[in-house]
């Protein structure tokens, strides 16, 4: 697989709490000189990258970031206002609580909820497998697909663990053919890149992807 078609798959992500204008700038300007799918960010920098990037660059952001917990409404109003900035993508994560108590019909409408706020932008789901049963991480393919999402994605990073290919596999067997999968967290090496692509995931979520390929070309990748 060449680095191109490696970075094609990536979201390159920069989510720190801490990150300066300084960090987003070079992370969009590597997301143009190496053509990655997206820059995954926080939301408050969304206007601002689109005042200076415009349509030379794919927004990602996240809503209800990182924890979930945050009431519908409020996720709603997450994502119109992150459209109105200027995104394209929306990566939300699931209310983990009604998860863990059994209410996935309550996790199924919020997901469904949001789609229809995002309209034809692009909505991935991140379920958070590492807090997750395999039970609970099939009931949200279903849900997922149910809602008419467009990804599942794994993780966000900020979890106890990030993506492994045996939930990518899990994912596999209980999906919908319209939901594509991110596998985020955790995506160390270009093999792990590599891997999960050749496993059908459609999106890596990783803010070392460039990093990790350079440093292999040096060792002669």
Not at 2 to 9: C, G, N, R, V
Not at 69 to 81: M, R
Not at 179 to 190: E, H, I, L
């Amino acid at each position: 697989m060449t680095q191109q078609e490696i970075l094609s798959h990536v979201d390159h992500t920069q989510l720190k709490p801490f990150a300066t204008w300084a960090d987003i700038q070079k992370l969009c300007d590597e997301a143009i000189e190496y053509k990655t799918a997206s820059v995954c960010v926080p939301p408050c920098y969304i206007k601002r990258i689109h005042d200076a990037y415009g349509e030379k660059i794919n927004i990602c952001t996240v809503v209800g970031f990182p924890l979930g917990y945050s009431t519908t409404p409020a996720k709603v109003a997450e994502v119109k206002q992150a459209i109105a900035d200027g995104v394209s993508e929306v990566d939300m994560v699931v209310n983990i609580s009604d998860v863990k108590n059994g209410d996935f019909d309550a996790v199924e409408k919020e997901i469904k909820t949001l789609k229809e706020t995002c309209g034809d932008k692009v909505l991935k789901v991140i379920i958070e497998t590492c807090y997750l049963t395999e039970d609970e991480k099939i009931a949200m393919c279903k849900a997922v697909t149910n809602a008419g999402a467009d990804f599942i994605k794994t993780s966000t990073g900020f979890g106890t663990a990030g993506a492994t290919m045996d939930d990518i596999k899990l994912f596999k067997q209980h999906i919908g053919p319209n939901v594509k999968m991110k596998a985020a967290g955790g995506v160390k090496t270009v093999s792990d890149m590599e891997n999960f692509i050749n496993e059908g995931c459609e999106r890596i979520g990783t803010s070392s992807a460039i990093n990790m390929l350079q440093n292999k070309e040096v060792t002669g990748y």
